[in-house]
């Protein structure tokens, strides 16, 4: 399977508690961090869920 790079490239203050949930389950804890997870539904769903706060690339 694929693998996706993805960086928090917003703020999480100020968000909705499960998007600041979301973020922190995949790993992302500050501007500019960004981590590699396998490419599944799940984790799709969790883009999409903060698809305004993250930028995601295909590894």
Known sequence: MAKLQIT???SLIG???NHIATA???GL???GK???KEDNP???GMINTISYLIEVKEV
Request: charged share 50%; proline share 0%.
């Open 42 to 44: 799940q984790i799709r």
């Open 24 to 26: 922190k389950a995949l």
């Open 29 to 31: 804890k500050t501007i």
């Open 15 to 17: 968000r909705k508690d």
């Open 34 to 36: 960004s981590v590699e």
């Open 8 to 10: 928090l490239k917003k």
